[in-house]
């Protein structure tokens, strides 16, 4: 059950076995259908998640229409961030695309871990600018790529989630309608 995300948590800290303990007993297991919203946009997320299986969808609602932000896959921590850490309502909904198996952390466990283990703070900072960087990386692309750029770029960086995340999903998280996406696959299609 922990082993996915010790192997996440290995790639920026190592722990000690008792570290890995008191790291352990922060988190709760729990398993969620698919199409479950975890967190509503107005209201305080209490709860940040570690996917230890399934998806789960990040998106805006603007004027009634759902923009999907991110997708957290096996290996991810995910959730609202900003109204985690500030305990503010949420500008954003995170919804289960697939039946999940996470770990869930509350914000008292979080602020209680850090008075546990130290090593946190450095975990907690490496994942934060591996977050910032894919950040960075996605706005560059809305700033510097066509959208069939966009789309060849997700595809060779996640091509796992083509076949697992539905295509209008996919196609509101590249900025673009269904249809042209469906113009751009069709296109690169029989280019290939």
């Not at 059950?1 to 922060?26: C, D, G, N």
């Not at 698919?34 to 967190?39: D, H, S």
């Not at 949420?90 to 695309?97: A, G, N, R």
């Not at 977050?131 to 706005?139: D, G, S, T, V």
């Amino acid at each position: 059950m922990y082993q996915l995300i010790h192997q996440t948590v290995s790639q920026v800290a190592s722990l000690s076995p008792r570290e890995k303990r008191i790291f352990e007993e922060a988190f709760t297991f729990r398993q969620v259908p698919k199409k479950f919203r975890l967190i509503e946009e107005g209201k305080v997320a209490k709860e940040f998640y570690f996917v230890n299986k399934g998806l789960l969808r990040l998106f805006y609602t603007k004027e009634g229409e759902e923009i999907t932000a991110f997708i957290f896959q096996e290996g991810l921590f995910g959730g609202a961030y900003d109204s985690f850490l500030r305990q503010c309502p949420s500008i954003q909904s995170l919804e289960t695309l697939e039946d999940c198996e996470l770990l869930v952390i509350t914000k008292e466990q979080m602020d209680d871990l850090y008075m546990k283990l130290p090593i946190l703070n450095t975990i907690t900072r490496k994942i934060a600018e591996q977050r910032f960087i894919n950040a960075q990386k996605i706005l560059s692309s809305f700033i510097l790529d066509s959208p069939e750029e966009r789309y060849r770029k997700f595809e060779e960086e996640h091509r796992d989630l083509i076949q697992r995340v539905p295509q209008h999903y996919i196609a509101s998280f590249l900025g673009i309608t269904p249809v042209s996406l469906s113009r751009i696959r069709k296109r690169l299609m029989e280019k290939g």
